[in-house]
């Protein structure tokens, strides 16, 4: 009887030309002038040529920064520095994916039904949050904190905080008062988004008196 274990599942072909990373390796022939028979021989580039691999993966994403970077890395782990000089922003990163074939976020809850979110929606519900968050004072580097479970305005407030520059922590509503001032007191934050209650296991909670708490515990709001 032979030792080697039973190959539960293998990729068909039309499954692995789909799949991201075959993309990326066509991509390596067509730009780069690079052939890779496989993952392990990509793989074994990757870790011999460390600033043609990131620099690849770069161009290939197409990651925008609105300053150019110096260098790929500088230094090695677990001290590297990465593209040093380049100015980054997530949602700018996540709306260059903006289309109208396909929703941006599908949604369910508990109680049922699929809620869809379009990409313009949701660009245009952030673009509205984070115009508030700056009507609050929010700049870079300002701390906005969230109790809030994981709903669609999760990520619009994520998405608003995160188009400003400023910093996003949050907690979830299940969690107690001190956990939360816990988290959100040593950060300093200048605002708080809250929900007075969610729903779990078909019952609802009311957490009025926590936000009350929790507001009470943060003189920076």
Not at 2 to 7: C, E, H
Not at 90 to 104: G, L, Q, R, V
Not at 156 to 177: K, Y
Request: a negative charge; one cysteine or more.
């Amino acid at each position: 009887m032979s030792d080697a274990p039973r190959l539960l599942w293998q990729p068909s072909k039309a499954f692995i030309e789909e799949s991201n990373l075959w993309n990326y390796i066509q991509w390596l022939k067509e730009n780069k002038g690079l052939n890779f028979e496989g993952y392990g021989e990509l793989w074994k580039w990757s870790i011999d040529n460390l600033e043609d691999f990131w620099l690849s993966i770069w161009e290939y994403f197409d990651v925008h920064s609105s300053t150019p970077f110096e260098h790929v890395v500088a230094g090695a782990m677990p001290k590297a520095s990465w593209f040093n000089g380049s100015s980054l922003n997530y949602a700018e990163h996540i709306f260059k994916n903006e289309n109208t074939d396909n929703p941006a976020i599908i949604f369910s809850s508990e109680n049922g039904g699929i809620e869809e979110i379009s990409w313009s929606t949701l660009k245009a519900q952030v673009a509205s949050f984070a115009s508030f968050l700056r009507s609050q004072g929010v700049e870079k580097g300002d701390r906005v904190v969230a109790f809030i479970p994981n709903i669609p305005e999760a990520t619009i407030g994520f998405l608003a905080a995160n188009a400003i520059g400023a910093v996003w922590s949050s907690c979830s509503p299940d969690f107690g008062s001190a956990s939360v001032v816990d988290r959100f007191q040593q950060i300093e934050p200048k605002v708080l988004i809250a929900v007075d209650g969610y729903r779990y296991g078909g019952k609802a909670f009311n957490k009025t008196d926590v936000v009350e708490d929790i507001v009470s515990e943060l003189p920076t709001l």
